[in-house]
């Protein structure tokens, strides 16, 4: 019997905010420590590079802000669909 649509939005829900999640995190990470650091006097650029998409020769630079933009719908549409109701397991 195929599992029902809730139950496979929710697993799939489970795969992927991990995965959009972790350059969200990233990017504010990078942007609170900088910030941190240069309160202290110390300029960390490299993580302003961090935070802006240029991962050493990876330059996602030019596409890290819609890349970001897409991945916050992501998560959002995705904890959305848990907000559908459930199906009834059959009495």
């Known amino acids: 019997m195929p599992r029902p649509l809730s139950t496979r ?27 941190l650091l240069l309160e202290r006097g110390i300029d960390a650029f490299w ?17 890290y802000s819609v890349l970001l933009g897409v991945l916050t719908l992501v998560v959002i549409a995705s904890g959305a669909t848990l907000l559908l109701p459930r199906g009834r397991a059959p009495s």
């Open 47 to 63: 993580l302003i590079k961090i935070h802006t998409g240029r991962f050493g020769p990876i330059n996602l630079q030019p596409y």
């Open 9 to 35: 939005l929710r697993t799939l829900h489970r795969v992927l905010v991990p995965v959009a999640a972790a350059p969200l995190l990233l990017t504010a990470a990078s942007g609170s420590l900088y910030s």
